[in-house]
């Protein structure tokens, strides 16, 4: 299957529609830890496929380094999804998703701070790289 944009694009939408429903049952101030279950959930009651704690592979001149890197879920092998309960998305947290986004080779992100009053308007970000711009409509 081609990936494009669009499918990206309904994809983010998908991912986002679960959050906002574990958001709007849990509301903000919990662990990140019970978003996270949650979110698992929701994702496999929609049909969602994703690898949850997927570990980033990092390959230095031929050789696997266990870099001790974890993505929170990696959905349909094409979307890193990094899920925060903080006060805010700061700088560290932006490089982690583009980090992951860089080694799986992937052409966007979405990163989620479920402690949030609105998830959508206030704690979802979506990010692109350079592989994004040559994907098809």
């Not at 266990?66 to 947290?93: M, Q, Y």
């Not at 799986?104 to 992100?109: K, N």
Request: glycine share 6%.
């Amino acid at each position: 299957m081609e990936i494009t944009k669009t499918y990206l694009k309904d994809l983010v939408y998908r991912v986002n529609g679960a959050a906002i429903k574990v958001h709007k049952t849990l509301g903000p101030g919990l662990l990140e830890s019970v978003y996270h279950k949650c979110l698992k959930h929701e994702l496999y009651l929609r049909n969602i496929s994703f690898t949850s704690e997927l570990i980033v592979p990092v390959n230095y001149k031929g050789i696997e380094i266990d870099a001790e890197l974890r993505c929170d879920f990696f959905v349909e092998n094409i979307l890193p999804v990094e899920i925060k309960a903080t006060d805010g998305i700061n700088p560290v947290r932006e490089a982690q998703l583009l980090t992951y986004m860089k080694l799986l080779y992937v052409p966007e992100g979405l990163l989620l701070n479920f402690n949030t009053v609105n998830l959508f308007r206030d704690g979802q970000r979506t990010y692109v790289n350079e592989r994004y711009r040559y994907l098809a409509e």
